[in-house]
């Protein structure tokens, strides 16, 4: 009886050993699953980012989009981003990420372009409701067409001085005809585009933003050139009056 008692007690503590060696190894996988998941998914978000650092480095020098590469450390991993121009407006991207004994590979293929700017009507369009313009000394706006020097203004190409929303805000600037020039003075567009939707963006990606305090408007600056083009956005205080 006690040899069958202990026989039992032994069978049964070697089926507990069995289960219990079961759920650890379960439990090891999980864990190791999980890690693993982990670790992809960061190699995969390191890659991803390393897409983005390299857009910014071509933009930044606009002249690399041609073959070029770029690698660095990001989030403990490490990644690497090649890039070659396959014609005028198609650039491919391969990069790649690796998190400790993990990797992702993304290939990427971009369309390049230049972000359309919204046609204006004028050399400053007021896109105000019932606006009012105060003019102090002897401004200019000017919206001729001049060449590359700002000489010898041509008549094609050129645009209207000043552009509102209504009749009504044109009749109320119309004292201000002798400071303007252009293909005619005011111009009525109801349909002009709005700043609002757009200007945001380009100060976000401007190379300078010129404010009417502190900002230099002459002397020996370099704002870019037809090699090496510069995004700059002029600030313009305009006082509305209600």
């Known amino acids: 009886m006690g040899s069958n008692s202990l026989i039992g007690i032994c069978t049964l503590f070697f089926v507990f050993s069995i289960l219990f060696s079961s759920m650890n190894e379960k439990e090891r996988h999980a864990a190791d699953s999980t890690y693993g998941y982990m670790k992809l998914t960061t190699a ?33 991993g490490e990644y690497r981003v090649t890039w070659f121009r396959e014609n005028d407006t198609l650039l491919n991207l391969i990069a790649k990420g690796k998190f400790d004994d993990s990797m992702c590979l993304i290939k990427t293929k971009l369309l390049i372009y230049s972000k359309p700017f919204p046609k204006d009507s004028a050399a400053v369009s007021l896109h105000v409701n019932s606006v009012g313009m105060i003019m102090k000394g002897t401004p200019l706006i000017d919206g001729n067409n001049y060449d590359i020097n700002g000489n010898n203004p041509s008549d094609s190409g050129a645009v209207p001085a000043v552009a509102v929303l209504s009749k009504t805000d044109s009749a109320n ?16 567009n109801p349909a002009m585009p709005d700043p609002e939707a757009f200007v945001n963006q380009y100060m976000a990606n401007a190379d300078y933003i010129l404010t009417p305090s502190g900002s230099p408007y002459s002397g020996n600056m370099n704002y870019g050139d037809t090699t090496h083009p510069k995004l700059c956005l002029l600030m313009v205080l305009i006082r509305l009056i209600p």
Do not use: C, H, M
């Open 44 to 76: 995969r978000e390191i890659t991803r980012s390393s897409i983005n650092i390299a857009l910014k480095k071509i933009y930044q020098d606009l002249y690399k989009l041609s073959a070029d590469s770029i690698s660095g450390n990001l989030d403990e």
């Open 173 to 188: 600037l119309a004292i201000f005809d002798p400071y303007l020039s252009g293909s005619q003075d005011l111009l009525v």
